[in-house]
């Protein structure tokens, strides 16, 4: 088994649970996801066009991004099955304004039907299990309209909270996956998007990471989240990148 059919059999094994991630509970996890899930929303929420999501999971950034009614298409694809088969019970409230179609499919393999280009690209919680960031970005590139936006997020190697897990769990978590999770610092992120021809527009970093925070205390962690926002907004544990694409060529 290769490592990308062992991130599906993770992802295929999580589905039914995932989806907890994005609930009203108060925990130091759910406020992270809810923050990605609004602080998306909220980049995206004037575009228009045709958008795919590359890693829809169970489609709750998806449908909320959707429900606008701006954009014309849009492609959901995951590599996980029970992933997506979650994510199309959640496209019922979408406008009949935007057609939506499914693409059970590992990224890298994907290619849009007669060179369709998007015009918002969403990379959302994928890169920390598939790593090759360059290589996901060029492919991310040949698909993006110029002037589209390639929307990034992903947890910060340089962050100190999450390098205090990676140190105690990172060999557990190969031993039970039997795959590693992938980390990067901004800066390396900042040199794939320059190497891709491409160019970060903005970055907003969020969520303070308190290692193992919900482990002490759920309810605790949660309002440690809300109280340090401010803080977390200058050096959280996360960042959404948005990315663009004016054309250039690869260096
Ligand atoms: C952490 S979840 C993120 C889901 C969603 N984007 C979100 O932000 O909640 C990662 C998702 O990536 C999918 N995935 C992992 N590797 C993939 C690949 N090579 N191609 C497409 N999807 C992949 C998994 O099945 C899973 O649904």
């Given amino acids: 088994m290769n490592s990308t059919e062992k991130v599906k059999v993770h992802f295929d094994s999580l589905s039914t649970s995932y989806e ?93 039907d007669t060179g369709m280009k998007f015009d918002v690209i969403l990379c959302l919680g994928l890169l920390a299990h598939t790593g090759s960031l360059q290589a996901l970005l060029i492919h991310l590139k040949s698909m993006l309209r110029t002037d589209g936006k ?36 901004i800066k390396d992120i900042e040199n794939c998007v320059r190497l891709s021809g491409l160019e970060i527009k903005s970055c907003q970093r969020y969520n303070f990471g308190w290692p193992f925070g919900d482990k002490i205390t759920r309810v605790g962690n949660y309002w440690l989240e809300v109280f340090m926002q401010g803080f977390s907004a200058e050096c959280g544990s996360d960042a959404i990148l948005v990315i663009t694409h004016h054309g250039k060529t690869v260096e």
């Avoid at 140190?167 to 031993?175: A, N, R």
Wanted: charged share 20%.
């Fill in 20 to 112: 907890k991630n994005y609930s009203e509970d108060k925990s130091g996890k759910t406020h992270d996801f809810r923050t990605r899930l609004r602080l998306v929303t909220q980049i995206i929420e004037q575009d228009s066009g045709a958008l795919l999501d590359c890693a829809c999971g169970t489609g709750e950034i998806t449908a909320q991004a959707l429900k606008s009614g701006n954009f014309t298409t849009a492609i959901l694809s995951d590599i996980s099955a029970p992933m997506l088969d979650i994510a199309k019970t959640r496209m019922t409230e979408v406008p009949v304004s935007t057609t939506v179609h499914y693409q059970l499919k590992d990224i890298f393999k994907y290619e849009p």
């Fill in 150 to 185: 390639i929307v990034l997020q992903s947890s910060l190697a340089s962050h100190w909270g999450i390098r205090f897990v990676r140190l105690l769990t990172s060999k557990i978590y190969v031993k039970k996956h039997r795959y590693g999770i992938n980390y990067y610092t």
